[in-house]
C-alpha cells in the first residue's frame, strides 16, 4: 500500500507542478500583453507631442523661404536639392541639400535615400 500512496503522490505532484507552470505561463503573458499596451500608448503619445512640436516650429521658427519650400515639397509630393536649385535659383545644389537638410532635422520634412539622390517628403 505505501507504493500505491508514493505513485499516487507523485502523480499528484506532477498534475500541480504542470498546472503551476501554465498559471506561471499564462500571467507571463498578460503581463507582457499589459507592457504592449502600455508601449503603444506612449508611442502614440510621442508621435502626437512630435507633430505638435513640428506644428509650432511651422508656426514660429520658419521664414518666408522656409515656407515657401515646404509648400513647394507639399505641392511636388517629393523633392531632391535638384528641384529645390532650379525652383529658387540658388547657385549650388549644396546650399539646396543643406536647406533641406536644416529642415528635416528640425521635423518638418521626411527624408529617404534613393540611390546617390536624396528625396524629401512633407510630413
Known amino acids: 500500500m505505501p507504493d500505491v500512496q508514493g505513485k499516487e503522490l507523485e502523480k499528484r505532484s506532477v498534475e500541480t507542478t504542470t498546472i503551476l507552470t501554465k498559471v506561471k505561463e499564462t500571467t507571463e503573458m498578460e503581463l507582457l500583453r499589459a507592457i504592449v499596451g502600455k508601449l503603444d500608448a506612449i508611442e502614440r503619445r510621442i508621435s502626437e507631442i512630435e507633430r505638435e512640436i513640428g506644428k509650432e516650429a511651422a508656426g514660429e521658427i520658419l521664414g518666408d523661404v522656409d515656407g515657401k519650400i515646404i ?53
Do not use: M, P, T
Not at 72 to 79: D, E, I, L, R, T
Not at 84 to 91: D, G, I
Open 71 to 123: 509648400e513647394f515639397v507639399k505641392k511636388n509630393g517629393k523633392v531632391c536639392a535638384e528641384d529645390l536649385q532650379r525652383e529658387f535659383n540658388y547657385k549650388g545644389k549644396n546650399a539646396a541639400s543643406a536647406r533641406l537638410n536644416r529642415l528635416h532635422s528640425q521635423g518638418l520634412l521626411e527624408k529617404k535615400q534613393a540611390g546617390r539622390r536624396v528625396y524629401y517628403f512633407a510630413k
